[in-house]
Protein backbone atom coordinates (compact mmCIF):
# COMPACT_ATOMS: atom_id res chain seq x y z
CA UNK A 1 0.00 0.00 0.00
CA UNK A 2 1.51 2.90 -0.61
CA UNK A 3 0.68 6.50 1.00
CA UNK A 4 0.32 9.80 -0.67
CA UNK A 5 -0.29 13.15 0.36
CA UNK A 6 -0.62 16.81 -1.21
CA UNK A 7 2.59 18.04 -0.40
CA UNK A 8 4.95 16.04 -3.33
CA UNK A 9 6.02 16.56 -6.12
CA UNK A 10 7.99 19.08 -4.40
CA UNK A 11 7.50 22.73 -5.76
CA UNK A 12 9.83 24.24 -8.08
CA UNK A 13 10.22 26.72 -5.30
CA UNK A 14 11.55 24.53 -2.71
CA UNK A 15 13.62 22.96 -5.77
CA UNK A 16 15.40 26.69 -5.85
CA UNK A 17 16.47 26.34 -2.22
CA UNK A 18 18.30 23.40 -3.03
CA UNK A 19 22.26 23.81 -2.55
CA UNK A 20 23.79 23.08 -6.00
CA UNK A 21 26.81 21.03 -6.65
CA UNK A 22 30.18 23.34 -6.50
CA UNK A 23 28.29 25.90 -4.68
CA UNK A 24 30.26 26.70 -0.84
CA UNK A 25 27.57 26.18 1.69
CA UNK A 26 30.25 25.58 4.68
CA UNK A 27 30.60 27.22 7.63
CA UNK A 28 33.92 28.94 8.90
CA UNK A 29 34.23 25.69 11.09
CA UNK A 30 34.13 23.78 7.95
CA UNK A 31 36.95 21.65 7.18
CA UNK A 32 37.60 22.25 3.11
CA UNK A 33 37.38 19.21 1.72
CA UNK A 34 35.50 17.67 -1.29
CA UNK A 35 32.33 18.75 -2.82
CA UNK A 36 29.70 17.05 -3.78
CA UNK A 37 28.75 16.31 -7.34
CA UNK A 38 25.11 16.05 -7.08
CA UNK A 39 22.39 17.30 -4.11
CA UNK A 40 19.29 15.93 -4.26
CA UNK A 41 15.55 17.46 -4.83
CA UNK A 42 14.13 18.68 -1.05
CA UNK A 43 12.65 16.59 1.03
CA UNK A 44 9.42 18.30 2.56
CA UNK A 45 10.81 18.68 6.31
CA UNK A 46 14.09 17.29 7.58
CA UNK A 47 16.24 14.87 5.86
CA UNK A 48 17.86 12.42 8.36
CA UNK A 49 19.41 9.01 6.98
CA UNK A 50 20.45 7.11 3.06
CA UNK A 51 20.56 4.06 2.64
CA UNK A 52 21.99 2.50 -0.95
CA UNK A 53 20.03 -0.03 -2.78
CA UNK A 54 22.00 -1.84 -6.01
CA UNK A 55 20.11 -2.61 -8.73
CA UNK A 56 22.02 -6.04 -9.92
CA UNK A 57 20.83 -6.20 -13.23
CA UNK A 58 21.41 -2.15 -14.16
CA UNK A 59 23.87 -0.35 -11.48
CA UNK A 60 22.88 2.93 -13.33
CA UNK A 61 19.29 2.57 -11.98
CA UNK A 62 20.06 1.98 -8.56
CA UNK A 63 18.21 3.72 -6.04
CA UNK A 64 19.04 6.69 -3.03
CA UNK A 65 16.88 5.41 -0.30
CA UNK A 66 15.75 8.62 2.25
CA UNK A 67 14.27 9.11 5.77
CA UNK A 68 12.78 12.67 5.95
CA UNK A 69 11.93 12.80 9.60
CA UNK A 70 8.62 14.84 9.68
CA UNK A 71 6.11 14.01 12.44
CA UNK A 72 2.97 14.23 10.25
CA UNK A 73 4.26 14.41 6.32
CA UNK A 74 8.07 12.20 6.77
CA UNK A 75 8.20 9.98 4.95
CA UNK A 76 10.65 7.28 2.74
CA UNK A 77 11.83 10.02 -0.54
CA UNK A 78 13.30 7.67 -3.51
CA UNK A 79 16.27 9.05 -5.60
CA UNK A 80 18.11 8.29 -8.88
CA UNK A 81 21.64 8.64 -9.47
CA UNK A 82 21.13 12.31 -11.09
CA UNK A 83 19.32 13.39 -7.29
CA UNK A 84 15.51 13.51 -9.00
CA UNK A 85 12.89 12.49 -6.74
CA UNK A 86 11.05 9.35 -7.98
CA UNK A 87 7.59 10.10 -6.61
CA UNK A 88 5.93 7.01 -7.80
CA UNK A 89 8.60 4.59 -5.57
CA UNK A 90 8.42 7.45 -2.12
CA UNK A 91 6.30 6.15 0.60
CA UNK A 92 4.72 8.61 2.55
CA UNK A 93 3.03 10.06 5.09
CA UNK A 94 4.69 7.94 7.97
CA UNK A 95 5.18 9.53 11.20
CA UNK A 96 8.58 10.68 12.00
CA UNK A 97 10.56 7.36 10.54
CA UNK A 98 14.59 8.20 11.42
CA UNK A 99 16.90 6.15 10.04
CA UNK A 100 16.81 3.17 6.97
CA UNK A 101 18.85 0.43 5.92
CA UNK A 102 18.67 -2.08 2.80
CA UNK A 103 19.55 -5.79 2.83
CA UNK A 104 18.99 -8.29 0.08
CA UNK A 105 18.10 -11.63 -0.34
CA UNK A 106 14.84 -12.21 2.52
CA UNK A 107 13.43 -15.24 1.97
CA UNK A 108 9.74 -14.48 0.93
CA UNK A 109 8.03 -17.46 1.02
CA UNK A 110 9.77 -19.57 -1.94
CA UNK A 111 11.56 -16.88 -3.15
CA UNK A 112 14.39 -14.11 -2.22
CA UNK A 113 13.23 -10.41 -2.25
CA UNK A 114 15.75 -7.52 -1.08
CA UNK A 115 14.22 -5.07 1.17
CA UNK A 116 14.39 -1.80 2.98
CA UNK A 117 13.33 -1.35 6.11
CA UNK A 118 12.95 2.28 8.18
CA UNK A 119 11.98 3.16 11.82
CA UNK A 120 8.71 4.81 12.29
CA UNK A 121 9.28 6.94 15.74
CA UNK A 122 5.64 8.03 16.92
CA UNK A 123 3.80 4.56 16.40
CA UNK A 124 7.14 2.74 17.72
CA UNK A 125 7.19 0.33 14.96
CA UNK A 126 9.87 -0.70 11.86
CA UNK A 127 8.04 -0.27 8.54
CA UNK A 128 9.37 -3.29 5.60
CA UNK A 129 9.16 -2.17 2.12
CA UNK A 130 9.96 -4.41 -1.04
CA UNK A 131 12.91 -3.42 -3.50
CA UNK A 132 12.05 -1.54 -5.96
CA UNK A 133 8.69 -1.16 -5.90
CA UNK A 134 8.86 -0.03 -2.17
CA UNK A 135 5.24 -1.75 -1.76
CA UNK A 136 5.13 -2.26 2.28
CA UNK A 137 4.83 -5.78 3.48
CA UNK A 138 4.89 -5.20 6.80
CA UNK A 139 1.30 -5.40 7.11
CA UNK A 140 1.24 -1.95 8.92
CA UNK A 141 4.24 -2.29 11.13
CA UNK A 142 6.06 -4.50 13.40
CA UNK A 143 6.48 -3.00 16.94
CA UNK A 144 9.61 -2.68 18.41
CA UNK A 145 10.29 -1.93 22.41
CA UNK A 146 6.97 -3.29 23.28
CA UNK A 147 7.92 -4.24 26.53
CA UNK A 148 10.18 -1.07 27.76
CA UNK A 149 9.09 2.03 29.17
CA UNK A 150 11.69 4.13 26.37
CA UNK A 151 10.22 2.79 23.23
CA UNK A 152 10.52 5.14 20.59
CA UNK A 153 12.74 4.02 17.83
CA UNK A 154 15.71 5.82 16.07
CA UNK A 155 18.28 4.04 14.55
CA UNK A 156 18.40 0.60 12.39
CA UNK A 157 20.82 -1.53 10.88
CA UNK A 158 20.08 -4.53 8.97
CA UNK A 159 22.04 -8.14 9.77
CA UNK A 160 22.06 -11.14 7.69
CA UNK A 161 23.87 -14.04 9.53
CA UNK A 162 25.98 -16.93 8.43
CA UNK A 163 22.62 -18.82 7.64
CA UNK A 164 20.81 -16.49 6.00
CA UNK A 165 18.58 -15.08 7.82
CA UNK A 166 18.14 -10.85 8.22
CA UNK A 167 17.87 -9.38 11.49
CA UNK A 168 16.68 -5.64 12.48
CA UNK A 169 18.79 -4.15 15.19
CA UNK A 170 16.59 -0.92 16.21
CA UNK A 171 18.04 2.23 18.90
CA UNK A 172 16.00 4.27 20.45
CA UNK A 173 15.72 7.68 21.69
CA UNK A 174 16.65 7.28 25.22
CA UNK A 175 17.26 3.99 27.09
CA UNK A 176 18.88 1.95 30.00
CA UNK A 177 23.05 1.68 30.41
CA UNK A 178 22.62 -2.08 29.07
CA UNK A 179 20.19 -3.88 26.59
CA UNK A 180 19.54 -0.39 24.96
CA UNK A 181 19.04 -2.09 21.21
CA UNK A 182 16.67 -4.60 20.70
CA UNK A 183 17.43 -7.79 17.48
CA UNK A 184 14.95 -8.82 15.86
CA UNK A 185 14.40 -11.74 13.63
CA UNK A 186 12.72 -11.20 10.35
CA UNK A 187 10.47 -14.12 8.90
CA UNK A 188 8.00 -14.39 6.17
CA UNK A 189 4.54 -14.91 7.23
CA UNK A 190 1.98 -17.23 6.06
CA UNK A 191 -0.49 -14.65 5.67
CA UNK A 192 2.04 -12.88 3.22
CA UNK A 193 3.53 -9.91 5.34
CA UNK A 194 7.08 -10.27 7.34
CA UNK A 195 6.65 -10.42 10.87
CA UNK A 196 9.04 -10.54 13.68
CA UNK A 197 10.20 -13.64 15.34
CA UNK A 198 13.00 -14.42 18.31
CA UNK A 199 13.71 -10.90 20.17
CA UNK A 200 16.56 -10.00 22.26
CA UNK A 201 18.00 -7.01 24.05
CA UNK A 202 21.50 -6.32 24.38
CA UNK A 203 24.32 -2.94 23.68
CA UNK A 204 25.80 -0.62 26.38
CA UNK A 205 24.78 2.57 26.42
CA UNK A 206 26.98 5.91 27.98
CA UNK A 207 24.65 7.69 29.04
CA UNK A 208 25.88 11.11 27.82
CA UNK A 209 23.25 11.30 25.04
CA UNK A 210 21.66 9.08 22.61
CA UNK A 211 22.18 5.91 19.99
CA UNK A 212 21.18 6.63 16.57
CA UNK A 213 23.87 5.49 14.08
CA UNK A 214 24.04 1.61 13.77
CA UNK A 215 26.20 -0.46 11.36
CA UNK A 216 26.44 -4.02 10.40
CA UNK A 217 29.47 -5.58 8.72
CA UNK A 218 27.98 -8.88 7.48
CA UNK A 219 30.48 -10.61 6.64
CA UNK A 220 32.26 -10.27 10.06
CA UNK A 221 29.15 -10.35 12.27
CA UNK A 222 30.20 -7.12 13.41
CA UNK A 223 28.30 -4.18 15.04
CA UNK A 224 29.25 -0.40 15.59
CA UNK A 225 27.63 2.12 16.79
CA UNK A 226 27.59 5.53 17.70
CA UNK A 227 27.55 6.37 21.48
CA UNK A 228 27.11 9.80 20.86
CA UNK A 229 30.06 12.12 22.96
CA UNK A 230 31.48 9.35 23.56
CA UNK A 231 32.26 6.95 21.18
CA UNK A 232 32.01 4.11 18.33
CA UNK A 233 31.23 0.76 20.53
CA UNK A 234 31.72 -2.67 18.31
CA UNK A 235 30.39 -5.70 18.50
CA UNK A 236 30.33 -9.50 18.21
CA UNK A 237 26.91 -10.48 16.92
CA UNK A 238 27.78 -13.81 17.56
CA UNK A 239 27.93 -13.45 20.94
CA UNK A 240 26.61 -10.01 21.48
CA UNK A 241 29.29 -8.90 23.69
CA UNK A 242 31.26 -5.80 23.13
CA UNK A 243 34.76 -6.13 21.23
CA UNK A 244 35.65 -2.61 21.95
CA UNK A 245 35.16 1.09 22.03
CA UNK A 246 37.11 3.53 19.50
CA UNK A 247 36.83 7.19 18.36
CA UNK A 248 37.09 8.75 21.57
CA UNK A 249 38.54 12.34 21.60
CA UNK A 250 38.49 11.98 17.81
CA UNK A 251 35.18 13.96 17.84
CA UNK A 252 34.07 17.75 17.86
CA UNK A 253 31.08 16.97 19.79
CA UNK A 254 28.59 14.28 18.04
CA UNK A 255 29.60 11.22 16.36
CA UNK A 256 27.30 9.85 14.34
CA UNK A 257 26.32 8.07 10.63
CA UNK A 258 28.99 5.18 10.10
CA UNK A 259 29.60 3.30 6.36
CA UNK A 260 32.30 0.87 5.27
CA UNK A 261 33.73 1.87 2.12
CA UNK A 262 35.63 -1.71 0.81
CA UNK A 263 37.84 -0.82 -1.79
CA UNK A 264 42.07 -2.03 -2.16
CA UNK A 265 41.60 -1.47 1.47
CA UNK A 266 39.07 -0.84 3.99
CA UNK A 267 37.53 2.43 5.54
CA UNK A 268 35.05 3.56 8.08
CA UNK A 269 33.48 6.67 7.10
CA UNK A 270 32.46 8.14 10.39
CA UNK A 271 30.18 11.30 10.67
CA UNK A 272 32.10 14.49 13.01
CA UNK A 273 28.77 16.20 12.66
CA UNK A 274 29.41 19.27 14.00
CA UNK A 275 32.76 19.95 12.01
CA UNK A 276 30.92 18.70 8.52
CA UNK A 277 33.42 16.41 8.42
CA UNK A 278 34.11 12.92 8.16
CA UNK A 279 36.82 10.58 10.15
CA UNK A 280 38.30 7.72 8.03
CA UNK A 281 39.80 4.58 10.53
CA UNK A 282 40.61 1.60 9.19
CA UNK A 283 38.53 -1.13 8.79
CA UNK A 284 40.93 -3.39 10.55
CA UNK A 285 42.34 -1.85 13.62
CA UNK A 286 39.90 0.98 13.72
CA UNK A 287 42.76 3.68 14.05
CA UNK A 288 41.85 7.23 12.87
CA UNK A 289 44.14 7.38 9.42
CA UNK A 290 42.46 10.63 8.01
CA UNK A 291 39.42 13.21 7.69
CA UNK A 292 37.51 14.80 5.03
CA UNK A 293 35.34 17.38 4.62
CA UNK A 294 32.18 18.00 3.04
CA UNK A 295 29.54 20.54 2.02
CA UNK A 296 26.95 18.32 3.73
CA UNK A 297 26.13 20.15 6.74
CA UNK A 298 25.34 18.70 10.03
CA UNK A 299 25.03 15.28 8.72
CA UNK A 300 23.14 12.80 10.58
CA UNK A 301 24.04 9.66 8.40
CA UNK A 302 25.78 8.28 5.48
CA UNK A 303 25.65 5.17 3.35
CA UNK A 304 28.75 3.94 0.88
CA UNK A 305 28.86 1.81 -1.89
CA UNK A 306 32.33 0.55 -3.66
CA UNK A 307 31.67 -0.47 -7.47
CA UNK A 308 30.87 0.56 -11.05
CA UNK A 309 27.22 2.34 -10.99
CA UNK A 310 27.42 4.91 -14.00
CA UNK A 311 29.56 7.03 -15.72
CA UNK A 312 29.27 9.62 -13.08
CA UNK A 313 30.26 7.15 -10.11
CA UNK A 314 32.56 4.70 -12.01
CA UNK A 315 34.18 3.38 -8.88
CA UNK A 316 31.37 4.03 -6.43
CA UNK A 317 29.10 6.81 -4.31
CA UNK A 318 28.71 8.56 -0.82
CA UNK A 319 26.07 9.46 0.28
CA UNK A 320 24.97 11.86 3.31
CA UNK A 321 22.56 13.61 4.42
CA UNK A 322 22.68 17.32 4.80
CA UNK A 323 20.84 20.21 6.49
CA UNK A 324 18.34 21.83 3.64
CA UNK A 325 16.52 18.69 3.46
CA UNK A 326 18.70 17.23 1.11
CA UNK A 327 21.27 14.62 0.37
CA UNK A 328 24.61 15.18 -0.95
CA UNK A 329 26.45 12.31 -3.41
CA UNK A 330 30.37 12.19 -3.79
CA UNK A 331 32.39 10.81 -6.23
CA UNK A 332 34.33 7.77 -4.14
CA UNK A 333 37.25 9.02 -6.16
CA UNK A 334 37.63 12.39 -4.62
CA UNK A 335 37.40 10.44 -1.15
CA UNK A 336 40.01 8.11 -2.22
CA UNK A 337 42.37 10.98 -3.35
CA UNK A 338 41.79 12.85 0.05
CA UNK A 339 42.56 9.70 2.24
CA UNK A 340 45.94 9.07 0.44
CA UNK A 341 47.22 12.13 0.74
Known amino acids: MRFKNALLPVSAGLLLYACQPGVETQSSETIIGIKPVVVTDQTPTDTDDPAIWVNPNDPGKSL?????????????????????????LSVYPL??????????GFKWDTSLIDIAVCTERIT???????????EAIDNGGIPVFADQQQASPMGISLYK????AIHAIVSRKEGPSDGYLQMLKLAYDSIGSVKAGASTYFGKFSGKKEIESLFVDDAKAELYY??????VRKYDLKTLKEISVFGQG???EDNEGISLAKDSSAYLLISDQQANAFNVYSHSANKLIGKFGVEALESDGSESYIGYLNEQ??????????????????DWRDIKKTIAK
Open 64 to 88: IIGTDKGDENGGLFVFNLEGKLIDS
Open 95 to 104: LRPNNVDVEY
Open 124 to 134: NKIRVFRLPDM
Open 161 to 164: DSAG
Open 226 to 231: SDENFG
Open 250 to 252: DFK
Open 313 to 330: FPEGIFVAMSEGAVFHYY
